[in-house]
Nanobody, 125 residues
Framework: QVQLVESGGGLVQAGGSLRLSCAASGRFFRRPAMGWFRQAPGKEREFVATISWNGGNSYYADSVKGRFIISRDNAKNTVYLQMNSLKPEDTAVYSC??????????????????WGQGTQVTVSS
C-alpha cells in the first residue's frame, strides 16, 4: 500500500509561482512513475505532468509546457511540481498519483493505482 500526501497549495496572484510537493510512504518494491493531475470545479480531471521512476523522463500537458516543471527526489520519496507564470485558469485541486504499470508516458488517470487527497491552488487575476 502506498500513501501520497500533497502540500504547497495556496492563493497566488497571476504571474506568481508555487511549488507543490507530494510525499510518498508505504511499501513499494519498485519506484513508480509519478504524475500530477488537476480538477477545476465543474470540469473533468486533467493531466498536468508525469515523471519516470528515475526522473530521467518527463512529459507535460500542452497547457503547462514551459511554465511547470516536475521533478523528484527519490531519497526523500517526494515529487515536486514547480508552477511558474501562473494563470487564473490554473486554479484547481492538484493531486499526485503513482503508476506502477510501466507504460510511458502515463497520461490517463486510469493508469495510476494510488492517489493523494489533493491540494487547492487558486490563482487570482
Amino acid at each position: 500500500q502506498v500513501q501520497l500526501v500533497e502540500s504547497g497549495g495556496g492563493l497566488v496572484q497571476a504571474g506568481g509561482s508555487l511549488r507543490l510537493s507530494c510525499a510518498a510512504s508505504g511499501r513499494f518494491f519498485r519506484r513508480p512513475a509519478m504524475g500530477w493531475f488537476r480538477q477545476a470545479p465543474g470540469k473533468e480531471r486533467e493531466f498536468v505532468a508525469t515523471i519516470s521512476w528515475n526522473g530521467g523522463n518527463s512529459y507535460y500537458a500542452d497547457s503547462v509546457k514551459g511554465r511547470f516543471i516536475i521533478s523528484r527526489d527519490n531519497a526523500k520519496n517526494t515529487v515536486y511540481l514547480q508552477m511558474n507564470s501562473l494563470k487564473p485558469e490554473d486554479t484547481a485541486v492538484y493531486s499526485c498519483a503513482a503508476d506502477f504499470g510501466g507504460s510511458w508516458p502515463p497520461k490517463d488517470g486510469r493508469e495510476y493505482e494510488y492517489w493523494g487527497q489533493g491540494t487547492q491552488v487558486t490563482v487570482s487575476s
